[in-house]
């Protein structure tokens, strides 16, 4: 079966301290997607990586896929109360195309 | 414009009762999923139309049967509701069944009383 865990579970930090949430598996795969969920709305998509080693940034957030691509990481620099949410990973390479899901990192920046 | 709306975005039942949610997408996507998301968060896949044609059918009681008459809608009948069905129904679409990004709905929460 494969497994994707993410950590820590749960991170309350105050506004403008940096973090950085993990996203690990035994199994290696094809992409990996970083989603934000909002408190009463659906999963929107961060990023997509797709190649081992790969770094995207979107602002102050900062992704990588490792070099195996087994796991990911998720930097935020100078957290901000609207970057407060459920962030969840999902990598492709399952049955039937798929998307496997970690259980999310919820994430709260106080101000 | 909505790309992919959702009703209800609340529904309270008593155990015992068949309910139904809709599902629409207006992004010309081909492929359509159920989620279901339980209280502690983790995203189930239930399942996932293609061209209104069933791929992807998971571990799911028979109580939930969807139904997709065109691939812009895809709907989630549930019967003989249980307290363990309350949770939050996400519906999503995708360009085509190999896609990665998937486009959720607002979500539906389910509480069986």
């Known amino acids: 079966t494969q497994l994707l865990e993410q950590s820590p579970q749960f991170l309350s930090i105050q506004e403008g301290e940096n973090l950085t949430v993990y996203c690990n598996s035994s199994?290696?795969?094809?992409?990996l997607q970083w989603y934000r969920q909002e408190p009463g709305e659906g999963p929107v998509l961060l990023v997509t990586?797709?190649?081992g080693g790969e770094v995207k940034k979107l602002k102050r957030l900062t992704f990588q896929f490792g070099d195996a691509r087994k796991d990911s990481s998720l930097h935020i620099t100078a957290a901000q109360p609207g970057d407060t949410g459920l962030y969840l990973c999902?990598?492709?390479?399952?049955?039937?195309?798929?998307?496997?899901w970690g259980a999310g990192t919820k994430l709260i920046i106080k101000p | 414009d909505t790309a992919v709306s959702q009703t209800p975005k609340y529904l309270v039942t008593q155990m015992g009762n068949d309910k139904s949610i809709k599902c629409e997408q207006n992004?010309?996507?081909?492929?359509m999923y159920w989620y279901k998301q339980d209280s502690k968060k983790f995203l189930k896949i239930m399942f996932s139309?293609?061209?209104?044609?069933?791929?992807i059918n998971e571990t799911v009681p028979n109580r939930f049967s969807p139904k997709s008459p065109d691939k812009a809608h895809l709907n989630l009948h549930i019967n003989s509701l249980e307290l363990g069905d309350s949770a939050v129904y996400f519906c999503?679409?995708?360009?085509?069944?190999?896609?990665?990004?998937?486009?959720f709905g607002p979500g539906t929460r389910l509480t069986v009383l």
């Open positions: 999902a990598a492709g390479g399952g049955s039937n195309y798929q998307l496997i």
């Open positions: 199994s290696v795969f094809s992409s």
């Open positions: 990586v797709v190649t």
């Open positions: 992004l010309g996507h081909d492929t």
């Open positions: 139309y293609n061209n209104k044609e069933l791929i």
């Open positions: 999503a679409s995708s360009q085509d069944f190999r896609a990665l990004r998937q486009f």
